[in-house]
């Protein structure tokens, strides 16, 4: 009995010194302004106060980003309670088919869609933090600008990198059409598929950090996700599952694969 204890005990430490994921970023991107929201015409047209959210995983050295997914019991879920903003002209479900010279227009750089890394054609995304400020997209019609009293004048969040990681869908071809750029739907969710990258995904070496960003949202309502995600490890074949809820197995959880902002908070009626 000492001995299968001090196994089950050995094999527990191992499992906390091997998990991948360090932390789960929320970054809000960018607010709409009066001027985003007049200045362009759209289908489904971007909100006032419009808030877009990016989401990354941080991960430790020698990891990468083998898959966003859904499975029974583990739904993957991300919501508004409004809608999702997709740019009508110029957006897609997956940002490496949305050219550089495009994102110079009007509101491009806010469309919503799922990402293992890219914030554009050839582009890597970064954290506004990490952001070197060496080139930046100049927007069109003074939009998202200096002007307009936003950092993306100085700090755009992507990096001009060539070849990026592209996600590849299984069982959502469907699904991701809520990223789609005549959407105007406020759920994504899947219990049966996901993206993935052949290959795994792994954050800019230049930047001696690893972060992926996993996908792009605006939106004016309450935005939130549980997520469950598939790690490669240093060492080949073997990977690590983390999901949101009811971990079986060999599943590892994360706090920061839950999420909830609320823009509204409703009163509660008083008696």
Known sequence: MRVLVGLVLIMFSFNSLCQGLERVIVEKFYTASDLDTI???????????????????????????????????HDLKIKTSTFFFNHSEHGDVIPNV???????KNTVMLDSWLSVGASGEDSYALLLKDDDTL???????????????????????????????????????????????????????????????????????????NKILIGQFTTDGDFSFELNVQLGTP?????????????????????????????????????
Do not use: M
Request: proline share 5%.
């Open 235 to 271: 060492t080949i074949g073997v990977s690590e599952k983390y999901v949101a809820v009811n971990p079986v197995a060999s599943d590892f959880t994360h706090p920061g694969l839950i999420y909830e902002s609320r823009k509204n908070k409703s009163k509660k009626n008083k008696k």
């Open 98 to 104: 949305i050219p550089y010279r495009t994102l110079t």
């Open 135 to 209: 080139e930046t997209v100049k927007h069109t019609k003074f939009l998202l600008s200096k002007k307009n009293g936003n950092i993306l004048f100085e700090k755009d969040g992507l990096k001009v990198s060539g070849k990026v990681p592209r996600p590849t869908f299984f069982n959502i071809d469907s699904a991701a059409l809520v990223f789609g750029n005549k959407s105007n739907k406020k759920e994504f969710s899947t219990n049966n598929g996901g993206w993935f990258c052949l290959g795994g995904a792994k954050g800019l070496d230049s930047l001696g950090t």
């Open 39 to 73: 200045s362009e015409l759209h289908t489904f047209p971007l909100s006032r106060n419009s808030i877009t959210y990016r989401v990354y995983l941080d991960l430790k050295p020698g990891y990468s980003l083998q898959a966003v997914y859904g499975s029974p019991g």
